[in-house]
């Protein structure tokens, strides 16, 4: 059984640029959460996708945005990148809504 | 209200001893309580988790202590091992809105030293 996987591991944007994020969530798993983790500090919800439909979001801006996929994979964006969205993105999954949450090794985000 | 407090935010213990960390949330709604470990440029792994109907859970040498009327949960590693020197997070969630989000408190960082 594959875990949940992240792509890619590390990324370099400047200020104002978008960035896409990957997750691949755990064979059987038809929900994704995403979280952002700030250096020191604990991991924030950012949302939840639950085939396919969001289902309940964080204190995150607009410009935070998601997708998941038939296959429940999903996507996170980020657009008008700020220097503040540096941080480690970090996507878990889960059998079902209410289960146990599984987390992918994550993507660490610089913004310049 | 949805907030979890923990505690302390570092932890120095000898090889062999016992680490305790504790945690503690305001929000009745909150009916699971799961810890977990990370480890430096890793994703959090899921260490061990309670839910209020049992005051204690154990599995190894992890075990998890629960106070619902003090709203007070702990983590105890027993026998502590260099290998466990990690980032510890606690966490909560609940019925408050569909998803059933995780609330983490702010991390433990343990260092067993040998």
């Known amino acids: 059984e594959t875990g949940v996987t992240q792509s890619p591991t590390h990324l370099i944007k400047t200020r104002g640029q978008q960035v896409t994020l990957r997750c691949s969530s755990q064979?059987?798993?038809?929900?994704v959460s995403w979280y952002q983790q700030a250096l020191g500090q604990g991991p924030q919800f950012i949302f939840q996708y639950y085939r396919e439909e969001e289902n309940g979001r964080g204190n995150f801006p607009p410009r935070f945005s998601g997708l998941q996929f038939p296959n429940y994979s999903s996507e996170l964006n980020v657009n008008a990148l700020e220097l503040d969205d540096s941080a480690l993105y970090l996507c878990?999954?889960?059998?079902?809504?209410?289960?146990?949450?599984?987390f992918g090794p994550g993507t660490r985000l610089t913004v310049l | 209200q949805q907030q979890v407090k923990q505690s302390p935010q570092s932890l120095i213990v000898q090889k062999g001893g016992i680490s305790i960390i504790n945690c503690a949330y305001e929000?009745?709604?909150?009916?699971?309580f799961p810890w977990y470990q990370q480890f430096p440029g890793k994703g959090p792994a899921l260490l061990i988790a309670?839910?209020?109907?049992?005051s204690e859970k154990k599995e190894g040498r992890f075990t998890i202590s629960f106070n619902k009327s003090a709203k007070q949960f702990s983590l105890h590693i027993m026998d502590s091992q260099p290998g466990d020197s990690a980032t510890y997070f606690c966490a909560a969630s609940g019925p408050m809105d569909s998803s059933y989000k995780l609330i983490f408190g702010s991390g433990t960082r343990l260092l067993v030293r040998p």
């Open positions: 878990a999954s889960s059998l079902d809504r209410y289960n146990e949450q599984f």
């Open positions: 929000n009745t709604a909150f009916d699971y």
């Open positions: 064979s059987g798993h038809n929900t």
């Open positions: 309670i839910r209020p109907d049992v």
